[in-house]
Structure formats: C-alpha cells, structure tokens
C-alpha cells in the first residue's frame, strides 16, 4: 500500500509539471472570451493607448523560424488570448529555448542518438484589454511627437516639424570652399 501511495504521489508531481497551459494571468479580474467574430490586434511594441494587461502569453515551440510555422503560432496566441477576453496582444517578441538531451546524430547513416543540444524558438506577448474606446490619433495630435517649448501655442508653428527657438546657423560665404565645375573632380581623368 505504501508503494502505490508512493507511486501515485511521484506520478502526480510529474505529471502535475507537463501542464499545457501557455500564459500567465496577470489581471486581479476576469472577463468572458472575446467574441470570435472581434479581430486580436498584434502589436510589435508597447502601447500607448490605456490598457489593462490581462495575461502574458506564448507560442508553441518550434524548432523553425519560418513564415508558415510563425503563422500558426500567431494564431495560437491570438486563440489563447480570445480564451481570456482579451482585446490585443503587445510587446510581441520571439524567444529562444534551448534543448539539451538525446538529439539525432546526423553523421552516421542509420538512426542513431547522440549528446548534445538543439534550439527552440516561440513567440511570447501580453495580452491586453483596452480600457477605452479607440479613437483616431493623428501624428500632429500625437503629444510625444510634437515639441514641447513652454509659453508656445500650437497655432504659432508654421512647420509642425520645426523645433522653435533655435536659431538658424551663419554661414560665412568666405570660408565656404568653391564648388568645382561640372565633371571634374576626384576620381575623373
């Protein structure tokens, strides 16, 4: 009896460690799954907009890097993601693992195993609910893009590009060099 309960207790510790789960839950609520007909945005880089960052998530791992195997763990993560209600995922960034183990010894011409290691790479995100609904930011209403000199309305800027208050460089026509004729110059016989 004491071995079986010992056996039942390793088996439940191993197996209790080969979970499938692939995010972790960030957020103190819940929400219900994001309807399916409602598109997960994927964004490269943080936001900006306010959001509230439900969980972090991650791909399957792979040992290709290709376009098709990176299509299906997109989808996995945006699947993973509707799961939890949300809205997008951010900060998407491929990760790599290593394996090291038993690998196919590839030098040899029959089956045969060897020490050694292989790459895994995955994708990994947060997914994220907005806390608001989008609206239209155009670059000029952009607070981060625009330069910020105190006492200045935006009305006096004539070029939104320009950064007011610096003053434009002299520029003595003595000391600039003379342009040479047209076709003669270095590397022209």
């Given at each position: 009896m004491l071995r079986a309960t010992l056996l039942l207790t390793i088996l439940a510790v191993v197996l209790s460690g080969c979970s499938n789960r692939r995010y972790f839950y960030l957020a103190t609520e819940e929400w219900p799954p994001t309807p399916p007909d409602q598109e997960i945005r994927l964004y490269v880089n943080p936001l900006v907009r306010p959001?509230?960052?439900?969980?972090?998530?991650?791909?399957?791992k792979d040992t290709e890097t290709d376009s098709e195997?990176?299509?299906?763990?997109?989808?996995?993560?945006?699947?993973?993601?509707?799961?939890l209600g949300a809205d997008a995922i951010m900060d998407i960034r491929q990760m790599e693992g290593e394996v090291r183990g038993l690998v196919i010894d590839e030098m040899v011409p029959?089956?045969?195993?060897?020490?050694?290691?292989?790459?895994?790479?995955?994708?990994?995100?947060?997914?994220?609910?907005?806390?608001?609904?989008?609206?239209?930011?155009?670059?000029?209403?952009?607070?981060?893009r625009r330069p910020i000199v105190p006492g200045l309305e935006d009305e006096e800027l004539e070029d939104p590009g320009e950064?007011?208050?610096?003053?434009?460089?002299?520029?003595?026509e003595e000391e600039l060099m003379p342009a040479p004729p047209?076709?003669?110059?270095?590397?022209?016989?």
């Amino acid at each position: 009896m004491l071995r079986a309960t010992l056996l039942l207790t390793i088996l439940a510790v191993v197996l209790s460690g080969c979970s499938n789960r692939r995010y972790f839950y960030l957020a103190t609520e819940e929400w219900p799954p994001t309807p399916p007909d409602q598109e997960i945005r994927l964004y490269v880089n943080p936001l900006v907009r306010p959001h509230v960052e439900v969980a972090h998530v991650q791909s399957f791992k792979d040992t290709e890097t290709d376009s098709e195997t990176r299509r299906r763990q997109l989808a996995q993560m945006r699947e993973t993601a509707r799961s939890l209600g949300a809205d997008a995922i951010m900060d998407i960034r491929q990760m790599e693992g290593e394996v090291r183990g038993l690998v196919i010894d590839e030098m040899v011409p029959f089956r045969a195993y060897r020490q050694g290691r292989y790459p895994l790479y995955f994708l990994r995100g947060t997914a994220v609910r907005f806390a608001e609904e989008e609206e239209e930011v155009t670059p000029i209403d952009d607070p981060r893009r625009r330069p910020i000199v105190p006492g200045l309305e935006d009305e006096e800027l004539e070029d939104p590009g320009e950064i007011p208050g610096l003053p434009e460089p002299e520029v003595d026509e003595e000391e600039l060099m003379p342009a040479p004729p047209p076709g003669i110059g270095p590397g022209t016989l």
